[in-house]
C-alpha cells in the first residue's frame, strides 16, 4: 500500500497534545483542549480511571466483558451530570424502599471495591434520585449493574409534576450479566408542565435478591431541532456531593502546507460516533484557516449520513453522501479530491461521486482539524485512524486499488 503523508493512529499524548505518526518531524500532531477539565476514559485493561486536566482520551471499547485491542481518540461535546452523589446510594437525595444499600461490596468498572449491593426485601421496592427539571426537555439517564440473585431488574422514570410515569417500570435483566458490568441507559423526553421528576435505577422488580450498581448518572440533552434531540450516555462523569461538568473537547492544527497536495488527494477516516445525528457537521477538514477551501468527510445533520465535501474559493466543487449504514458503528470512509473526480467510498466500496470540478492551486491547503475553520461544529466521535495519501502521479486503477484497501 502506498505510504501516506500524515496518519493519526492514537498512541502518543501528553498534556494539550496528541502526536501523529506521520509526519515523524512532529508538524503533524494536534494541540488539544478541553478548558482545564477532568474527565474519564475506559484503559487497555477495560476499566474506568480518571485523567487530568487537558489530557488526551485514549479510550478503550468494551462489548461483552471483551475490552478493543486497539484503542481510539475519544472527542466529546459538553455535559453534566445532574445526580449529585453519582456512587453513594446513601446519601445525596437517594431514596430506598423495602432493600437496603451495602456500600463498597464489590469490585467496580473501576478496578476499585466501591461499587454498591442492593439486597430487596419485598417484591415491590425502590431506589430513587429526585431532581428538577425544565418541561419537554430530553434525558438520559444511565447506570453501571451486575446481576446478582434477582432474576429481573426494572427502571423507573416518574413525572412528580403530573403524577405519572414518563417511563413505567421496564425490565433490562436480558441486557446484564453476572460475569461482568453492563451500563444501561434510557432516554426520555419531559412532559409539558413537568418541573420535577424521578429516576429509579431499581423499581418494582417483583423478586427478592441481590444486585449490584455503580455510576449513575443523568444528562440534560442538547436539542437540535425544535422537538429533536441529541441525547445519550456520555463517559462516565463522578460526582461526590454536587453536580460536575465535562468540557467540550478539541483537537486542531496538525500538517502545514507541505503536507498536503491541494490539487489532489484522499482524506481516510475510521470512525464511529454514539448519535445517528445531531445538531452539527462532524467533520474532519483539511483547510488553509478559512471557510472558503475546505476538504471536509466525516458526519452530517442528517440521520446515519456520512458526507464529503470539497469547497474552493467559497464554491462547493462536490457534496458526496452515503446514508446506507449507521454511524453508530466503526466505519472506515475515504474521500478523494482531483479535477473532475471526487468520490466517497465507506467500508470497501464507492458510494458516492461527482465527475465535475476544480480542486485548489498548488499550497492551499495547510491544516487538518476535527472542527471548522471557524471553531464551530467540532468532531465529537470516536476516531481510531486518520490518513492522508498524496494520490500524485498515480494512475486511476492504483487510486481505486489503494481506496478498496483502505476502507475494506
Known amino acids: 500500500m502506498e505510504q501516506p503523508s500524515f496518519a493519526l493512529i492514537p498512541s502518543g499524548f501528553k498534556s494539550q497534545k496528541v502526536y501523529s505518526v506521520i509526519p515523524e518531524s512532529g508538524v503533524g500532531d494536534f494541540l ?194 425544535t422537538g429533536v434531540w441529541s441525547n445519550y450516555a456520555s463517559s462516565y462523569i463522578p460526582t461526590s456531593g454536587s453536580t460536575q461538568s ?44 478559512s471557510l472558503n477551501n475546505t476538504v471536509r468527510l466525516g458526519y452530517s445533520t442528517v440521520t446515519n449520513e456520512i458526507k464529503g465535501v470539497v469547497t474552493v474559493g467559497g464554491v462547493t466543487q462536490c457534496a458526496l453522501v452515503f446514508a446506507g449504514l449507521s454511524v453508530t458503528s466503526f466505519r472506515k470512509m475515504a474521500l478523494l479530491y482531483k479535477a473532475n473526480q471526487f468520490e466517497l467510498w465507506v467500508d470497501g466500496s464507492k458510494r458516492a461521486e461527482d465527475t465535475s470540478g476544480s480542486t485548489f492551486s498548488t499550497g492551499t491547503l495547510n491544516d487538518l482539524s476535527f472542527e471548522q475553520s471557524n471553531a464551530s461544529d467540532k468532531l465529537r466521535a470516536k476516531v481510531k485512524d486518520v490518513r492522508y495519501y498524496d494520490t500524485d502521479g498515480m494512475s486511476n486503477t492504483e487510486i481505486t486499488n489503494l481506496l478498496t484497501q483502505l476502507t475494506q
Open 32 to 225: 488539544f483542549d478541553r478548558s482545564n477539565n477532568t474527565a474519564t476514559r475506559i484503559n487497555k485493561d477495560g476499566l474506568i480511571e480518571s485523567v487530568n486536566a487537558d489530557i488526551p482520551r485514549l479510550n478503550y471499547e468494551v462489548n461483552n466483558g471483551v475490552v478493543d485491542s486497539c484503542p481510539h481518540l475519544l472527542l466529546e461535546m459538553n455535559s453534566t451530570n445532574l445526580i449529585i452523589q453519582s456512587n453513594n446510594f446513601s446519601a445525596g437525595g437517594w431514596s430506598v424502599g423495602n432493600l437496603s444499600v451495602t456500600s463498597d461490596n464489590t469490585t467496580s468498572p473501576e478496578g476499585k471495591v466501591n461499587a454498591s449491593k442492593i439486597t430487596t426485601t419485598n417484591a415491590s421496592h425502590f431506589l430513587y434520585f429526585d431532581f428538577t427539571t425544565t418541561a419537554s426537555t430530553a434525558y438520559t439517564f444511565s447506570f453501571f449493574i451486575k446481576r446478582g440473585t434477582m432474576t429481573d431488574l426494572k427502571y423507573r422514570v416518574r413525572d412528580l409534576s403530573n403524577v405519572a410515569d414518563i417511563i413505567a417500570p421496564t425490565s433490562y435483566y436480558s441486557q446484564t450479566s453476572n460475569q461482568y458490568w453492563e451500563r444501561i441507559s434510557v432516554s426520555f423526553t419531559t412532559p409539558s408542565g413537568c418541573t420535577s421528576a424521578r429516576v429509579y435505577p431499581v423499581s418494582n422488580s417483583g423478586v427478592v435478591g441481590t444486585v449490584f450498581l455503580y455510576g449513575c448518572q443523568l444528562e440534560e440533552g442538547n436539542e437540535i431541532t
Open 246 to 289: 465535562r468540557a467540550s473537547e478539541s483537537c486542531t492544527g496538525a500538517g502545514d502546507v507541505n503536507t498536503f497536495n491541494s490539487v489532489e488527494g484522499i482524506l481516510y477516516a475510521e470512525m464511529k460516533r454514539d448519535l445517528a445525528t445531531d445538531d452539527g457537521f462532524r467533520r474532519i477538514n483539511i483547510n488553509d484557516g
